[in-house]
């Protein structure tokens, strides 16, 4: 009984064996390259993230290049795999790609197979800045702003850029891939206010007059002249206006949106959007 136990010990082990030898065996590939800018003269790109794909297994590995923008993956088992690198303030390229969101090239590694020389690239990104404001030049902090495409539409999730307007009312969006954009200022949710008119102002100017005894002097407004003024029972009729998204550089609708066009790495500042409110109804 003890001979067949140490026989089926034996078996077993010998099984365990042969699957770590071949375990051992298909994870034996090498990958190594450098992560380069688009420069015409390349520059490595240190602390970049290098992600690798296994497309056969549905994992990914990553490492960090290193001060020279080498990096290198060890241990890898056969398969195919897609190769990308990413640092804030670069736009990403795939590897076997001519651009930013092109069709990357597929790597297909052996058993115990070494590639090495397997550079990929990171372009450069552009940069827009711009101040929002109000209608009376006063900033405007904490909206949203975000880059789109110029007939207004999101871009795609690799491509995405969004931020808020700090203290200053300043924005200043980067990482973009050369290209022409719109941005966008976001008020929010559209929320539906009254907005009080000249007539209006006056209105309640000489109501208040009124009631401290003071004379009502009539207001010289240019806007007034030849207008009929309220009288002082009647209350001149209330105007809405709605806050709503705003194009650069202060328009209601992508099709009058101003185009802003960059290069590689370019700056593009003065982008500044002036937030209008959009008359509801009435007057």
């Known amino acids: ?66 001060d020279r923008g080498a990096f290198a993956f060890s241990d890898l088992p056969a398969g195919s795999y897609t190769l990308q690198a990413a640092r804030a303030s670069f736009v990403s ?3 076997g790609a001519s651009k930013p969101g092109g069709a990357g090239a597929t790597i297909v590694l052996a058993a115990d197979q070494t590639m090495a020389d397997v550079n990929v690239q990171l372009a450069r990104g552009a940069v827009v800045t711009g101040i929002v404001r109000n209608e009376q030049a006063l900033p405007l902090p904490g909206l ?48 539906t206010i009254s907005v009080a008119s000249d007539a209006e102002v006056e209105f ?41 998204s705003v194009y650069f550089p202060s328009a209601f609708s992508a099709d009058q949106a101003g185009v802003i066009t960059v290069g590689t790495g370019e700056e593009k500042r003065g982008v500044d959007i002036t937030v209008r409110l959009m008359p509801v109804g009435g007057r």
């Not at 136990?5 to 590939?29: D, E, H, I, N, W």
């Not at 891939?177 to 929010?188: H, I, L, Q």
């Open 1 to 66: 009984m003890s001979g067949r136990c140490r026989a089926g010990a034996f078996v077993v082990s010998l099984v365990a064996c042969s699957l770590t030898a071949t375990a051992g065996a298909q994870s034996s590939g090498h990958l190594a390259g450098v992560v380069l800018t688009t420069d015409d003269t390349p520059q490595p790109v240190r602390r970049a993230m290098v992600t690798l794909n296994d497309k056969t297994r549905s994992r990914d590995f990553h490492t960090i290049s290193d």
């Open 144 to 191: 949203y702003v975000v880059i789109c495409s110029p007939d207004g539409r999101p871009l795609p999730g690799w491509a995405n850029q969004s931020v808020y307007t700090d203290s200053h009312g300043v924005f200043r969006i980067f990482g973009l891939a050369a290209g022409s954009y719109t941005v966008k200022a976001d008020n929010g949710s559209p929320v």
């Open 93 to 95: 390229i795939p590897y």
């Open 204 to 244: 309640a100017l000489r109501q208040l007059q009124q009631s401290r005894g003071a004379a009502p002097p009539l207001l010289a407004a240019p806007a007034l002249v030849g207008a009929a003024r309220p009288t002082e029972t009647s209350q001149p009729p209330a105007r809405s206006a709605r806050n709503v």
